[in-house]
């Protein structure tokens, strides 16, 4: 990852405090999770958190402030007024953040909730769109399904490989990428960012059809949501 990206994250992710009273009404919220503290800046796990820097880097106005457990940007994006947030829960407790501005703002989870996360059964630097389906083994994700009482909301998935053996995954996802590993992630953390735009600006539909092409169909016809 180049300095720059790294020092926006840092900045992304620093202790603000208050609600500004210029604070815009979001009719769009996106999601970027991850592990707060110096101690996890730039891991596997923060894939989330960097997505949502690039897309600070890019709309935000302001300063972040700590919103909803979370720390939060304003951004406009494709006409939406859209709420950039990292829970600052730490990963496995992501779903009390996530509910609580859904609620706050009676959002439907369906239209106006775009999570970003990392995953550890997709090809490094892979990324998925879907439109509901279950964790999946994400800590994060398993609880914000059940804090809101569904699956059904969006959601983009980034490959950050696996280690060769399964009891090495904890320490793994908390390790930052190899040397040669960040070139391919870097363009992954951008093309994740315009599919969140996509979302924002187009719906989930147009963003699965752009950002999934390519992946086989099941036998039966059907596809996963």
């Known amino acids: 990852m180049s300095k720059?990206?790294?020092?926006?994250?840092?900045d992304f992710l620093g202790n603000f405090c208050g609600k500004p009273k210029s604070a815009m009404k979001p009719n769009k919220v996106i999601v970027g999770l991850g592990n707060p503290g110096s101690q996890y800046r730039n891991t596997r796990h923060n894939v989330g958190y960097m997505?949502?820097?690039?897309?600070?880097?890019?709309?935000?106005?302001?300063?972040?402030?700590?919103?909803?457990?979370?720390?939060?940007?304003?951004a406009a994006i494709g006409g939406q007024n859209v709420l950039l947030m990292c829970p600052t829960t730490y990963m496995?407790?992501?779903?009390?953040?996530?509910?609580?501005?859904?609620?706050?703002?009676?959002?439907?989870?369906?239209?106006?909730?775009?999570v970003v996360c990392?995953?550890?059964?997709?090809?490094?630097?892979?990324?998925?769109?879907?439109?509901?389906?279950?964790?999946?083994?994400?800590?994060?994700?398993?609880?914000?399904?059940?804090?809101?009482?569904?699956?059904?909301?969006p959601?983009?998935?980034?490959?950050?490989?696996?280690?060769?053996?399964?009891?090495?995954?904890?320490?793994?996802?908390?390790?930052?990428?190899?040397?040669?590993e960040r070139v391919d992630m870097e363009l992954t953390i951008k093309n994740a960012a315009?599919?969140?735009?996509?979302?924002?600006?187009?719906?989930?539909?147009?963003?699965m059809n752009k950002y999934n092409a390519g992946e086989p169909k099941k036998r039966n016809g059907s596809k996963e949501r």
Not at 4 to 10: G, N
Not at 61 to 73: E, H, I
Not at 194 to 207: F, K, L
């Open 4 to 10: 720059m990206l790294f020092d926006l994250i840092r």
């Open 51 to 74: 997505v949502l820097a690039e897309l600070a880097s890019r709309y935000a106005s302001g300063k972040p402030t700590n919103r909803f457990r979370a720390d939060c940007l304003d």
């Open 92 to 114: 496995n407790l992501s779903g009390a953040s996530v509910a609580e501005v859904v609620r706050f703002y009676k959002l439907d989870p369906q239209t106006d909730l775009f």
């Open 118 to 153: 990392d995953d550890l059964d997709l090809p490094l630097a892979k990324i998925r769109v879907r439109e509901s389906a279950g964790s999946g083994g994400q800590k994060g994700l398993k609880d914000i399904i059940a804090k809101l009482g569904t699956q059904d909301f």
């Open 155 to 180: 959601r983009l998935r980034i490959g950050i490989g696996r280690p060769a053996s399964p009891d090495k995954v904890v320490d793994f996802v908390l390790t930052q990428f190899a040397k040669e």
């Open 194 to 207: 315009d599919a969140a735009v996509m979302w924002a600006e187009r719906g989930i539909a147009e963003t």
